[in-house]
């Protein structure tokens, strides 16, 4: 569904990004991971049409990026960034942001702008915070919030950037269970991760990036016995049981 190619990015004259080239594809959850600097964001951004390539190119269904129109594309693309700060609305006028791509100025939302906005609330688990203020809710219900939002938009291609974070285990869990979820209902999910047990245990494809470069793309069991993650990361993944154990790597 999106297709990046040769993609290239830079801050000034710093380039972030050197010549990535990957398809995410309906279907799939894809964790985005590397170490702190790698350009992980940077790709999201690039991927959500909030930043521009310098070079390189991107296709959403086969169409150049710059040939969709606004509305269509927030249609199809939807987007959680990092936390941000909490605006003074109740957890459902924050989900309701979400429906903007589908309204006519000057209309008020219709019932099935409505309806979208309550299966969001239970699908992020945030039902029985719906008429708090934002501003009231701790790290994680936030991010519960902001989930919503992202789900009400009901877009075909989901791009969140650390999604699990503020959340305790048992909610990280749920969340990447939720995104397996989307992605085996046909959407495509490219998920920022900073946890690499997360993504290890809950994706399906991993994007492994370092220093701006695409280091591999794959299964997420095949780059750990390969050695690659040890290598990127400074780690030893250890199989054990059904997973993966990371111990330090004591030779650094």
Known sequence: MIRAEDLRAAYGKTQVLHGISAEFRPGELWGVIGPNGSGKTTLLRLLARLARPTGGTLTLEGVAYDRWPRRAFAQKVALLPQQQDAPAVTVRELAAYGRYPYQTF?????????EAVERALLRAGAAELADRDVRTLSGGQRQRARLAMALAQDARVLLLDEPTTWLDPGGQFAVMELLRELAGEGRCVVAVLHDLNLALSCCGRLAVLE????????????LAEQGLLDAVFGVRCVPSGEGWLLLPDRKR
């Not at 701006?212 to 793309?217: A, E, H, K």
Request: overall charge positive.
């Open 211 to 222: 220093a701006g470069r695409l280091r591999g793309v794959g299964e997420p069991a095949a």
């Open 106 to 114: 000057g209309y008020g939302p219709s019932a099935a702008d409505r």
